[in-house]
């Protein structure tokens, strides 16, 4: 059973500081690593690919993959309120047609 | 990336009724995917829908209960059939990006929130 863990939080960040999320995966053959954003309400959003091992920045964000550890964290620079939802860590295989394993998601909330 | 919309985005309906769920994306792509949401919960895949090939589902998921349609490369139907209070959940359909620097990157549709009574 490939897993993908991830802590449910929430957690709670003040707005301008940096939130780390991390996300732990049992499938070692996973090639593909991503983060989504969901709002309450709405679907998930992708905001971060990761493939190779080391960090990978856009804008605030800075995913870290580490495959030895089976290992990836999302930081979240400069937190701000709208910052505020669930986070999926998601991981594919390399075996698997293109299929995603989703974490059960940390919550985070930024308070001004 | 695709924009991709579904229909209907709400419905409630009775038990021991069936819902078709579509799924419409503005490009062509090769892999569909539905997935399932129940509340409070994370992402399940239900099946992986490829144009002119029968639908993959995953374990714990049957096609008499999901039936799954791909006529082209722009659309998807689910059918949730004999649904019960425990099918209601939110239903997404995905897409997997047709960018080859952008590889297994998933983008979603809006859902379907579904409400068994």
């Known amino acids: 059973q490939k897993e993908v863990e991830q802590n449910s939080g929430p957690l709670s960040v003040p707005e301008g500081a940096i939130a780390s999320l991390n996300c732990t995966y049992s499938?070692?053959?996973?090639?593909?690593f991503f983060w989504y954003r969901q709002y309450s309400g709405k679907s998930p959003e992708l905001i971060m690919s990761i493939y190779s091992n080391g960090d990978k920045e856009d804008g605030r964000f800075t995913a870290q993959l580490n495959k030895a550890s089976q290992y990836v964290s999302l930081l979240i620079r400069d937190s701000q309120p709208s910052d505020s939802a669930t986070y999926l860590c998601?991981?594919?295989?390399?075996?698997?047609?293109?299929?995603?394993?989703f974490g059960a998601g940390t919550q985070v909330v930024v308070t001004p | 990336s695709a924009v991709i919309s579904q229909k209907p985005s709400r419905d409630i309906c009775q038990r021991g009724t069936s819902l078709t769920i579509q799924c419409q994306v503005d490009s062509q792509v090769t892999m569909m995917f539905w997935y399932r949401q129940q509340p409070g919960q994370s992402l399940t895949l239900i099946a992986t829908a490829n144009q002119g090939s029968e639908a993959t589902y995953e374990s714990g998921f049957v096609i008499d209960k999901f039936p799954i349609s791909r006529p082209n490369l722009t659309f998807s139907t689910l059918t949730v059939s004999n649904m019960s209070p425990e099918d209601s959940s939110i239903y997404l359909c995905?897409?997997?990006?047709?960018?080859?620097?952008?590889?297994?990157?998933?983008?979603f549709g809006p859902g379907t929130r579904l409400t068994v009574l």
């Open positions: 499938d070692r053959g996973s090639q593909s």
């Open positions: 995905s897409v997997e990006a047709s960018d080859r620097s952008s590889y297994n990157e998933q983008f």
């Open positions: 998601a991981v594919a295989s390399g075996d698997s047609w293109g299929k995603l394993q």
